[in-house]
């Protein structure tokens, strides 16, 4: 590493324009940063898209995961506080095989508000660049102190339509998204006019009413579906339906209070296992929606306005109140959709791999949740405010009550949270009131089944355990055992969530395979995550132990000693891993064609070889597995262009996290399972 003076950028940019490229989600075709030629500044795991760009550019960031990309080799110039969260300083070890220059500033001194009435050259001498909430407010502060004029922003707009990152970038930071970004957007703005910027928003991201879900022609038809489960049909519950139909007086009106008799029977099973009522109407809005079409609204949805305008998307949820959220109050679905048969098949898989078994909303938003945060391009989610604008039960009765005197109350105090001037359609009361309950108990969204249809259903199951419910953690659980990876060699093994969750996601009697096992970290992670699992899963790890030509120069490889070492490394598991030593083209043939749930590749890294692991591993997974594989996203490697070539047009499906690409093998490759 090289540092660079943070002297020598005062003004150095005079009146020039640059781009600011944010990981907001946009249309911007990012294959056109190659035709850009001022420089280009990235903000946090934007910067995956430097390879695109061929001018100068430089990559800010304030959090330390992403970090990362320095591991990555990236060609942008760090800007990086050298106080902060992100590096510890020049020595910082992240520092150790990046070749590139780093300029350092000071960032924890808090003189936010004087630092930007100072000059140029006060600025150079302090060294120190304004801090707020955002990286970009960082980033402004240098882009003025270099001397730039104009800056085009691109991801940067701070809507939060949509909710999430943009999705074709991977997020090593491992960040979530919390719907911050209008208040990010705010104090940018203001930074914007304090600096006098002339600014243009590229491709800003579509608003709700214009994104690419919706329709020319009405896709849903005019049905809408409401559920009562568990007890008589309140009053209350009537009321909401006459609500509806008010404003919908040609639709087809489904009040349903018994399962439908055409429900498959697995379904069928799957809510015979809870008696939750909410995880009842969970699994059954999916069905009805992909069966009959139309909108499926909960009982407690109080309607304010036509939802006429709802019908022109495929299908439809809403973001819920709280960050991240996902809520299925209100969802809507043409008949036959693609996305509710997934929905269905995420259901199933939810259930069968008995996955989040303490989730109360695993079938419902949690699921909602899960899949939007793994495929954010899958699912229409509308803004929160459409449904969910008023955030308590007080308030929405308030509101109800003042509806019904004829005075319609407005929503200015919630303005703000109406981030598309677009009206909401439907207020979701939080549950049955008690008071309007027959039997004044109210009914929460954790209501059961009574107890009598709740034994008399457990009856019915009874000798019917279906060998399609694995039993899970069969077997004694003994202690914990401790993870002890981080002892073991270089720290290549960078991706724990992913080893964790196909643990999590694999049954007894799965078989893994890891391909490249080095001196036994990744290996003795994923040996403790199975060991503490209790599951009984076959893992098998694959190495010739010889080294790929990058490792000859490593003493223990030109030893020879490198296998023993692994043994060594891998005792306190050993009853929990198959070392193969063999090349991995030839281990493959070892294996029947679809009998390995996960295969994770992490062999040699050059574009030849990754193609002939894919090549001879793909066959070997069985539909529903994973096949997966690491460094992804290192630029020096030949594994990106391996994977893209080798997936063809399935590559829109091959995910990307923590520096690996991910691919869900599901035999239709428009119904991924999770
Ligand atoms: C990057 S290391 C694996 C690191 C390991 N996954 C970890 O994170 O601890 C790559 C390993 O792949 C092995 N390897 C390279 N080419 C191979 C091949 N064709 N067949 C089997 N093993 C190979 C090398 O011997 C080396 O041990």
């Known amino acids: 590493m090289k540092e660079r003076d943070f002297a020598e950028f005062n003004n150095r940019y005079a ?32 910067v995956f898209l430097d390879r695109y760009v061929s001018a100068e550019s430089f990559f800010m960031a304030h959090d330390r995961d992403p970090g990362r990309w320095l591991e990555m080799g990236i060609k942008s110039t760090p800007v990086l506080p050298e106080d902060g969260k992100i590096v510890s300083g020049r020595d910082d070890p992240l520092f150790a095989n990046f070749a590139g220059e780093v300029v350092f500033y000071k960032w924890q001194r808090m003189e936010g508000e004087k630092l930007i009435r100072l000059d140029r050259n006060e600025v150079a001498g ?144 799957i809510i015979e296992s809870v008696d939750l009522l909410c995880m009842h109407s969970d699994v059954i809005r999916p069905w009805l929606l992909h069966r009959y079409g139309g909108l499926y609204i909960d009982t407690d949805i109080y309607t304010l306005r036509s939802m006429e305008e709802l019908r022109y998307f495929d299908h439809f949820a809403a973001a819920g109140n709280q960050p991240g959220a996902i809520y299925n109050g209100v969802m809507g679905s043409r008949p036959g959709s693609a996305v509710m048969a997934n929905f269905l098949r995420n259901v199933r898989a939810v259930h069968v ?49 003042m509806d019904r005197r004829g005075e319609r109350p407005g929503f200015d105090s919630v303005r703000k949270r109406i981030t598309d001037g677009v009206e909401p359609f439907a207020l979701h009361m939080w549950g049955i009131p008690a008071n309007q309950m027959p039997d004044g108990k109210g009914r929460s969204s954790w209501a059961r089944m009574d107890r009598k249809t709740a034994v008399q259903s457990r009856d019915d199951r009874a000798g019917v355990a279906s060998p399609d419910l694995p039993r899970i953690s069969d077997g004694a659980q003994s202690a914990k055992i401790e993870h002890f990876y ?21 049954a007894s009697g799965s078989t893994f395979v890891e391909v490249g096992s080095w001196k036994g970290a990744s290996a003795s992670f994923m040996a403790v995550e199975i060991a503490n699992s209790g599951k009984k899963i076959d893992f098998v790890c694959v190495d010739t132990w010889a080294g790929s030509d990058e490792h000859q120069h490593f003493p223990e490889v030109k030893s020879g000693r490198l296998y023993d070492i692994f043994i060594q490394n891998i005792t306190p598991v050993k009853d ?95 119904l991924k399972t999770l």
């Not at 402004?140 to 943009?166: E, N, P």
């Open 486 to 506: 981080q002892h073991l060699g270089e720290r290549w093994f960078v991706y724990p969530s992913l080893y964790k969750s196909m643990v999590e996601r694999g």
């Open 353 to 401: 791999r008995n996955l989040n078994p303490g989730s109360r909303t695993r079938f419902g938003p949690g699921l909602l949740r899960e899949w939007n945060d793994r495929y954010p391009q899958e699912l229409n989610i509308l803004p929160a405010h459409y449904f969910y604008v008023l955030h308590t039960q007080g308030s929405v009765l308030k509101f109800i009550e």
């Open 576 to 670: 929990y891993i198959k070392p193969l030593r063999m090349a991995s083209v030839s281990a493959s043939a070892q294996f029947p064609d679809e009998t390995v749930d996960f295969v994770f590749i992490d062999g040699a890294h050059d574009f030849e070889n990754v193609y002939a692991d894919i090549t001879a591993w793909y066959p070997k997974v069985k539909c529903g597995g994973v096949i997966a594989g690491h460094d992804y996203l290192v630029p020096k490697y030949g594994v990106a262009r391996a994977v893209e070539q080798f997936f063809g047009s399935e590559f829109r499906n091959v995910r990307s996290s923590e520096g690996c690409w991910i691919y869900d093998k599901t035999g239709d490759a428009a």
């Open 15 to 46: 009146g020039q324009t640059c781009y600011v490229v944010g990981r907001g989600s946009t249309t911007y075709r990012y294959e056109d940063l190659r035709a850009v030629t001022e420089p280009v500044f990235f903000i946090n795991d934007a």
């Open 126 to 269: 302090k060294r120190e660049l304004y801090r707020n909430t955002g990286t970009i407010h960082s980033l402004l502060h240098f882009v003025w102190y270099c001397g730039f004029k104009k800056i085009r922003f691109i991801g940067c707009d701070g809507s939060t339509c949509g909710s999430t990152y943009d999705p074709r970038l991977p997020n090593l930071s491992q960040t979530r998204s919390w719907g911050q970004y209008e208040s990010i957007r705010r104090v940018q703005d203001r930074l914007c006019r304090h600096f006098r910027f002339e600014v243009e928003y590229l491709s800003s991201s579509p608003s709700a009413t214009q994104n690419s879900f919706r329709t020319e022609k009405p896709q849903i038809p005019k049905i809408a579906h409401f559920a009562w489960f568990g007890s008589e049909v309140p009053q209350a519950v009537l009321n909401n339906v006459e609500m509806f139909r008010r404003y919908h007086q040609d639709w087809e009106i489904h009040l349903w209070t018994s399962l439908p008799d055409e429900l498959d029977a697995d379904l069928r099973k």
